[in-house]
């Protein structure tokens, strides 16, 4: 819309109707997800004696310990912001929760109303546990800091305080036959991101003056249809912090995986087993650990394994995957990590893990220039019997032990010599730049793969009929 293309969706509608229709459709959906929060999740967690206070609902004992924690832990990080000539509109983070504050000052001959803004450092904590009742009794950092906002703004009245949210464009847009280096050009719009972005939506409580939901709004250069009233906490994934309560009572039953039963510790080993028949795993039913995990870390300690090359799009932090990948090469042996920075939402901790897989003698490569590479793709390279062997993983799930045991994801392992000549060329097509076209088994985006799908889609209707 804001580039002026005025193309029909293929239902017929333009960019404008479109958002209109979205913002329709999630209204309603913040109409459930309130009612479920405030009628039934949040009166049930206190039924299991998980208990969000209000500040004016406290004991007198408990607003004196919460004197004594805002003065030590809190206030000293604060910093109150006053819009005036001297102090323009601030730059809000992406996604940081806010508090705005309409004030009075009583002092002037006729009362003038000014307005404070305060970003909630990350640094706190969102749940400030109270210690004078019993454990899992809370009060969230923002009802706190509007409880005490007389001691941020002394001497003026404070006539209202609302809490606001504002996300901004995350889209990384990046011309790369103009970047001079990838690396630093994702890693410099990563940090735009934050701040530097255009504004997209506005989240405001539901008590929120209009005049003041309107000067925001203006202030981030948006529409009416940008603006989300909402009449429950903001920065609801803040509340996931929950879940690590010790409340077994209120979690599924811890999941189980299956021990591959190829790759159990007291068989032959990955690749012996890989020998003797290809292994089909289905997570998250089937261990990532003694599987995926169990491959990788065989081949960074076989020495008779020359070589690793992998795809690597989302990994997480603290990887055990990376690690071994980084035990290879200080071994000694060849190892190329093919990162895709362009990993939504992901790009800083790319960029940190692969900087920290160079430093360990990793050869890294970053991405295909205009594309962004999905595949996920493992080969191993064995000295056997005076020849070099090649084993493979192809997996449709990240190089990820957290989320394998979350995402419903096959992986085969395999010893297949005709399938390691297409894992050699996908690669060599990926760091080289190359035009490999003649694969024997593998469909590749962005040559055949819809040709070829849609092909085999249209042979099993001509078998139906």
């Not at 000052?105 to 210690?131: A, E, M, T, Y």
């Not at 209202?160 to 990838?182: G, H, K, M, P, W």
């Not at 990887?319 to 035990?327: D, E, F, H, M, P």
């Not at 042996?333 to 990162?339: E, G, I």
Request: hydrophobic residues 40%.
């Amino acid at each position: 819309l804001a580039t002026g293309i005025n193309e029909l969706s293929y239902d017929g509608m333009t960019p404008k109707q479109q958002l209109i229709e979205i913002r329709r459709r999630v209204l309603n959906l913040l109409e459930i997800q309130e009612k479920v929060l405030n009628d039934t999740l949040f009166p049930e967690l206190e039924k299991a004696g998980v208990i969000l206070h209000k500040y004016n609902t406290l004991s007198n004992e408990d607003k004196k310990y919460l004197d004594e924690y805002f003065y030590t832990n809190i206030l000293p990080v604060l910093t109150p912001l006053m819009l005036g000539p001297a102090n323009p509109f601030p730059r809000l983070i992406n996604r940081n929760l806010n508090i705005a504050f309409v004030l009075k000052d009583n002092s002037k001959s006729i009362p003038q109303q000014k307005v404070g803004f305060l970003q909630l450092p990350s640094v706190l904590p969102r749940f400030i546990s109270i210690k004078t009742k019993a454990k899992y009794n809370f009060i969230l950092i923002e009802n706190v800091i509007k409880a005490y906002a007389h001691l941020l703004f002394p001497g003026l009245e404070i006539e209202a305080t609302n809490t606001f949210r504002v996300t901004r464009d995350a889209d990384v847009e990046i011309a790369e036959d103009e970047a001079e280096d990838l690396l630093s050009e994702i890693a410099e719009q990563v940090k735009q991101r934050r701040w530097g972005r255009a504004a997209v939506r506005l989240e405001v409580s539901a008590n929120m003056p209009d005049y003041l939901a309107n000067l925001l709004m203006n202030s981030l250069d948006l529409e009416p249809i940008d603006v989300y009233t909402v009449d429950r906490p903001l920065n609801m994934p803040d509340f996931m912090q929950l879940t690590k309560l010790d409340l077994k009572n209120l979690k599924d039953l811890p999941f189980t995986t299956r021990e591959v039963p190829q790759f159990k510790a007291s068989g032959p080993g990955v690749f012996e087993a890989l020998k003797q028949h290809d292994v089909l795993v289905h997570h998250p039913w089937d261990s990532f650990t003694n599987s995926t995990l169990r491959f990788i870390n065989e081949a960074a300690e076989d020495n008779d394994v020359v070589a690793i090359k992998i795809t690597l799009y989302r990994t997480g932090m603290n990887s055990a995957i990376v690690t071994a990948l980084k035990k290879a090469a200080e071994k000694g042996k060849y190892v190329t990590a093919f990162v895709e920075l362009k990993a939504r939402f992901d790009e800083e901790n790319n960029i940190l893990w692969a900087k920290d897989l160079e430093s360990a003698g990793v050869h890294v490569v970053y991405g295909v220039p205009g594309l962004k590479t999905h595949c996920k793709l493992a080969l191993v390279v064995r000295k056997e019997s005076n020849r070099l062997k090649t084993y493979m993983h192809i997996s449709t799930g990240n190089y990820n032990q957290v989320t394998a045991r979350l995402y419903t994801d096959v992986a085969l392992f395999t010893a297949n010599d005709e399938f390691a000549i297409d894992g050699i060329d996908l690669f060599n097509y990926l760091t080289g730049y190359s035009y490999h076209k003649d694969w024997k088994h593998f469909f590749v985006a962005p040559m055949d793969l819809r040709q070829k799908i849609i092909e085999l889609i249209r042979r099993e209707a001509d078998l139906h009929t």
